[in-house]
């Protein structure tokens, strides 16, 4: 019996601390949302199950190369979001990397696979590999880390 009453002590105490605020718990998702939105990348209906490569050729909503530096890629859908993380470094050939394609296939679920290269040289750009298990409206957007 006073076992229990050291443990529901114990679990009231969890709780109040928890309430207070002391402890803090977020989406990590919804902590990028707060960052600066470089570029969306992608903004659209997708009705074709499969692997999606979409390249980004190192340019800020504005057309303007970004800055060597860390940034943050997210996938978002209606019912999936996830996020990465690459580096950008000076220099590179435009459109170099560039590896954008489809190809059909069925999936079990939503992924955003690594984007690659990584590090990948600005002008150059890089590929963002993505798994669609069915028709969905899909956001990919580029943040500064």
């Known amino acids: ?8 002590k114990i679990l009231s105490i969890i709780i109040l601390v928890a309430c207070s605020g002391l402890i803090k718990c977020s989406n990590p998702t919804e902590e990028e949302k707060k960052k600066t939105v ?9 009705e ?6 979409f390249y980004w050729d190192g340019k800020d909503k504005n057309g303007k190369y970004i800055k060597a530096g860390n940034y ?5 859908t209606k019912t999936f979001e996830d996020f ?3 580096s950008a470094v000076d220099g590179g050939k435009a459109g170099e990397n560039n590896e954008e394609h489809y190809e059909p296939g ?6 955003l696979e ?3 290269p990584d590090p990948f ?7 963002i590999p993505f798994l669609i298990s069915e028709p969905a409206r899909v956001k990919i957007i580029i943040y500064q880390d």
């Open 1 to 8: 019996m006073k076992f229990l009453l050291t443990l529901t």
């Open 38 to 46: 470089i570029r969306t990348l992608v903004d659209d209906y997708l």
């Open 48 to 53: 074709d199950t499969g692997r999606y490569v």
């Open 72 to 76: 943050i890629y997210a996938l978002q």
């Open 84 to 86: 990465d993380y690459f």
């Open 106 to 111: 069925f999936w079990n679920d939503f992924e």
């Open 114 to 116: 690594k984007a690659y």
């Open 121 to 127: 040289k600005i002008i150059s750009g890089v590929n």
